[in-house]
Structure formats: C-alpha cells, structure tokens
C-alpha cells in the first residue's frame, strides 16, 4: 500500500513522496540516524523501466527514493570533497545500507553523480564489494549461456 508523506516528524522534505510502506518506514529510519532535518529529493514512485533496460524499476514498486542533498550537503557537490559535507554524505550513503538492500552512490556509476539510489528490491549494492565483483561476474557468465 502507497502512503503519500509530505514531512516526517524532524525532517521538511523538498516535496511530498509517496512509497509503500515498508520504504516509507525505513526512510524514516534512516533519516533518523543520519538526523536529516531538510532532504532535497528526485522523487520516488515512478512507473519505468530503468535506463537501458526492460527491466522495471524500483521506483515502479515504491520501493525506492532518490536523495539529492541532506542538510546542505549535496552529493552533486561535495560527494569527493574533503570537507565535513563531502564525509557526512557519503557517511549517509553507508548508513543507508542498515536500512535498505540498494544504496547506489556516485561511487557506484556515473547514473548515480547527482544522486544516492536507495531501495528495497534486488541488488548487491550493500553487499562487500568482493561479492559485488562475484555477482557481476556470474551474471556475465549466466548472460552467455542464455
């Protein structure tokens, strides 16, 4: 079931989203830990596919939500700083993985420069990077034989 959310309790969100409610609870988990007191987002329903594929996207489930920038610090801009901006969204972006199985950073693809993916569905994004180098590496090898 889709719950529309205009504000959680300590965060103001750049505008309403809407996600199930598994999702909805974990962004509010997570925007607790990281104290988020002002989220600027992409969106989160979308019914898609995902860029270049057939495949349909997390956001078609509400089970996903795109972050800009948290408490000013913007993954756009400060992302490879130095600074206590560029650490605390990056510090965001590993939090993210306690609460959700995806959280997809610029340091993942270049998709993701201006953005963190999190969602609930399929993918390895918070799994060691070694297993992520073994997934890849079976999908390849699976996209050969089939």
Not at 80 to 106: H, Q, V
Not at 112 to 137: A, I, W
Request: charged letters at 20%; aromatic letters at 8%.
């Amino acid at each position: 079931d889709a719950v529309r959310i205009e504000a959680f309790p300590n965060t103001k969100l750049s505008g309403p989203i809407m996600l199930n409610c598994k999702a909805a609870l974990a962004t509010q988990k997570w925007l607790e830990e990281v104290k988020a007191h002002n989220v600027t987002h992409f969106g989160t329903y979308n019914c898609r596919t995902m860029r270049g594929s057939g495949v349909m996207s997390e956001h078609s489930f509400g089970t996903a939500i795109d972050i800009a920038s948290i408490n000013g610090s913007s993954v756009k801009r400060h992302w490879d700083e130095k600074s206590e901006r560029g650490a605390y969204i990056r510090k965001a972006g590993k939090l993210a993985c306690d609460y959700f199985t995806n959280s997809i950073t610029p340091d993942h693809n270049a998709l993701h420069h201006d953005h963190l993916h999190l969602d609930l569905g399929y993918g390895s994004s918070c799994l060691p990077p070694f297993l992520q180098r073994l997934e890849k590496l079976t999908m390849t090898a699976l996209a050969r034989f089939l």
